[in-house]
């Protein structure tokens, strides 16, 4: 650009001193031949000046055009690359921050008298006794009525601070293959040491179902991991998946989570991370029933030859895997209002999982049946397995949802559920602590009753000024109901397995679109019967209870405020 520009001046400066020299030029302006001669000269060098100019600005033209083109050509280059890499592998970006407060009202806990009794050797105690030595003399206490009553008090924690992150992660490589993972934190702050002091509660324990979905410090989990394969067979497509499943959030979560749904599983009976496979039919096509579609599940709970103290030992383990089996049925759905069926069937649940805790204090039974009790005072890490097979379970649960905005013109919702389980033990827990007990599948004292048990979960939205939605959900679990929702997100323990019921109420408030958002709430935990959540034990009265029953903190009544900022992307 430089050299074009210094070639302008130059042919104008030329011209110039021409014109100039052929005016000063002496005796010609009497000579008109010369000065025709002249003009012609320089109408010819203005002529070939001209030419140049032109070609100069030709060049210029063509030196502007190729930039354009190499920034277009760099542009093209950079999009096709950018693309390329989305292609592959498209990232969501999920974080939660939210404050809770919480009140416990009427915790019931055995007396340090009775306790203290575990850690005194026989007979003034229960340490270095048999079973039979044990069990008589709590028989004579009770007989005697030297069991002392439970103490009773409350307890706030003002407020407790929480993150949650999510990695969600798509690719598909076309129509038919796909992938989807999520990897995800969830901690306390001040606290990342992903284990907790055992108190009775299933989600104390660190274990493959809670890992990502309760809070167990900065450490980022695989939640869920899957491929999708999809085939159509004539008029029915078809879609295998295998991998960790996206067994969490399910409906009618959604609601409260002010999300898409969030697993296939109803929340109602499993709330679960695992690891397994499924295998869906579409039917709307050949039963002309909308929405309609059957899916079979199957998961691993536990695995029984890895990691325990009885994997690959001299004599095959006889705590074998824990294997689940389920269906889906969506008996309707036309976006407006569904039907969903679930079932689902569990072979020989263990008396626990494989899992990390601090428990408070070790029980143990040495080889001639001598039980030992021993305080955990250096809060020493126990890795939990399970010790015995204690029977199956079976559950089942149907969920109602419809929307009123075709009806009423107002965008509400609405769902109903209503649930069923059933347990079949086979023998009461080997496990020291629990065998003190006689404790099976919801049984203690040694009996082995099937038990059937219930739950009624319904809720309603409704829209509020500012693009607000107020809900109000409620639950009631009955004395015998067990389900598996250990990974359910609350810091006071699954709500959809209480026994007894539950009220909750919570504001959602967009703050830009559904991309970030606040919620703010209350939920009101009324138990009514023990071991909530936990397999193992005959559930009791909590009015009726006994030290006994109470060696850990037995929970009444529970009020959990909240205040969270999303941000979802």
């Known amino acids: 650009m430089n050299n074009q520009k210094w070639s302008r001046t130059a042919i104008g400066t030329i011209m110039g001193i021409l014109l100039l020299f052929g005016m000063t030029l002496p005796g010609i302006a009497s000579a008109d031949d010369d000065i025709k001669l002249l003009k012609q000269q320089l109408e010819q060098m203005s002529k070939e000046m001209e030419a140049v100019q032109q070609k100069l600005d030709d060049m210029e033209e063509k030196n502007q055009a190729k930039e354009e083109e190499i920034e277009e050509i760099d542009d093209r280059l950079n999009k096709t690359e950018l693309h390329t890499a989305t292609d592959k592998v498209a990232f969501g970006i999920e974080l939660r921050t939210r404050a809770d407060t919480l009140q416990y009202k009427d915790i019931q806990v055995a007396p340090s008298s009775l306790v203290g009794g575990f850690f005194v050797d026989y007979p003034s105690g229960f340490n270095n006794a048999t079973l039979p030595q044990i ?19 409350d307890a706030t924690n003002d407020v407790i601070l929480t993150n949650k992150f999510r990695l969600n992660m798509k690719a598909k490589v076309n129509d038919q293959l796909s992938f989807t993972g999520r990897l995800a934190a969830y901690k306390v702050f001040g606290d990342s040491t992903g284990v907790k002091v055992n108190q009775g509660n299933l989600g104390d324990i660190t274990l493959d179902g809670n890992t990502s979905s309760l809070p167990h410090g900065d450490t980022i989990r695989l939640e869920r991991a899957y491929f999708n394969y999809k085939k159509d067979l004539g008029p029915v497509p078809t879609n295998f998946s295998l991998g960790r499943r996206p067994s969490t959030d399910g409906p009618p979560l959604e609601y409260l989570n002010y999300s898409l749904e969030g697993g296939s599983p109803l929340a109602t009976i499993i709330n679960w991370q695992f690891d397994g496979a499924s295998y869906s039919l579409g039917l709307e096509d050949v039963t002309s029933i909308p929405g309609a579609a059957f899916k079979l599940c199957y998961g691993v709970g536990f695995e029984g030859d890895w990691g325990n103290t009885y994997s690959l030992g001299n004599q ?53 049946g001598i039980f030992n009790f021993e305080q955990n005072t250096g809060g020493y890490i126990t890795r939990f397995q399970p010790s015995t097979e204690i029977g199956d379970w079976d559950a089942a649960s149907l969920l109602l949802r419809t929307n009123l905005t075709e009806r009423l013109g107002k965008d509400i919702d609405l769902f109903l559920s209503g649930s069923w389980s059933h347990t079949k033990p086979s023998r009461t827990s080997e496990n020291p602590f629990y065998k003190i007990m006689g404790m099976g599948l919801l049984n203690s004292n040694g009996e082995l009753e099937d038990r059937d048990g219930y739950m009624v979960y319904a809720g309603a939205t409704f829209p509020m000024p500012w693009d607000a939605k107020l809900g109000l959900e409620y639950n009631y679990g009955s004395r015998y109901w067990f389900n598996f929702t250990g990974a359910e997100d609350s810091l006071v323990g ?18 830009f679109n559904d991309n970030f958002f606040a919620t703010i709430g209350v939920r009101y935990y009324d138990y009514e019967y023990t071991g909530s959540g936990n397999p193992m034990g005959e559930p009791e009265k909590i009015d009726d209870i006994n030290s006994l029953s109470a060696l850990n903190p037995v929970i009444d009544e529970v009020l959990d405020g909240y205040i969270s900022l999303t941000f979802r992307y």
């Open 135 to 153: 069990q008589q003399a709590i028989g004579n206490m009770a007989a005697a009525g030297m069991i002392p009553p439970t103490e009773k008090y």
């Open 316 to 368: 095959q383990s006889t705590v074998d895997d824990v294997h689940m089996f389920g269906i889906i049925a969506t008996l309707f759905d036309n976006d407006e209002t569904s039907a969903v069926l679930n079932w689902a069937h569990a072979w020989d649940i263990t008396d626990g999982f494989t899992g990390l805790t601090v428990m408070p204090f070790i029980v143990s039974e040495d080889a001639n």
């Open 494 to 511: 699954s709500k959809l397995a209480v026994r007894g019921q539950v009220y909750e109420g919570y504001w959602h408030q967009p703050i």
